[in-house]
């Protein structure tokens, strides 16, 4: 099944994608922007919170694979730095911190390679039957593709878990895996096989 490039993807996302088992990350698509491909949903003391991964831009279209991450700009350190003052609170940061700023502060040029690192972290740390390969070649659209699909969507009848700022703020349903690793730690493997 066909699913896009993302970054730190929504719980949602990693759910479907689970679900499926094997799964081909399309990267010979062109550059959509503004979806998970680039950008994922943290919870911040003042509500969600987007992290975006800037790419280089270049004259023609590329395709996704080829598409690099974009180091003049420190993101690197701005998106670690984000997620270590939301979540050092939280009951499983430190048990994933060394690995992720691991991953943060590597040179990873490519936006696929970056993002199939935090990806493997989540698959890891659940022990997701999950089979990943990528596209060979781009496969056009279809009327219901998942690579269209918006995973940022917010579905009020999601099972809550504890959040951080929950307290402050009401429940966000729907947000990066790393909301839901930070905060169930192992457990959150119950949320994404549907056991919760």
């Known amino acids: ?3 896009p490039v993302a970054y730190a993807p929504s719980i949602r996302y990693l759910q ?6 094997h799964v081909i990350w399309d990267i010979h698509e062109h550059w959509i922007k ?3 491909r680039n950008r994922c949903e943290i919870a911040a ?4 919170l987007s992290l975006v991964i800037p790419i280089k831009h ?3 279209k590329q395709a996704l694979g080829a598409i690099e991450v974009d180091d003049k700009q420190p993101w690197r350190r701005n998106h670690w730095r984000t997620l270590k003052t939301c979540y050092q609170n939280a009951p499983y940061f430190q048990d994933y911190a060394f690995e992720l700023e691991g991953i943060f502060e590597s ?12 990806l493997q972290v989540f698959q890891e740390a659940w022990d997701l039957p999950l089979r990943l390969d990528w596209s060979m070649e781009f496969n056009p659209y279809t009327k219901d593709d998942l ?3 918006d995973w940022f969507e917010r579905k009020e009848h999601m099972t809550r878990y504890y959040q951080v700022f929950q307290i402050q703020k009401s429940f966000i349903p729907n947000l990066s895996c790393f909301d839901l690793l930070f905060n169930e730690g192992p457990l959150g ?3 994404i096989l549907g056991m919760e």
């Not at 479907?16 to 088992?21: I, S, T």
């Not at 003391?45 to 969600?48: A, F, L, Q, R, V």
């Not at 040179?107 to 935090?118: A, M, P, Q, Y």
């Open 34 to 36: 503004q979806t998970i």
């Open 1 to 3: 099944m066909l699913f």
């Open 189 to 191: 493997r119950n949320w």
């Open 107 to 118: 040179k990873t040029r490519h936006l696929v390679t970056f993002n199939h690192s935090i």
């Open 16 to 21: 479907d994608l689970v679900k499926a088992q």
């Open 45 to 48: 003391s003042d509500g969600k």
């Open 147 to 149: 690579r269209l699909e």
């Open 58 to 60: 270049v004259q023609n």
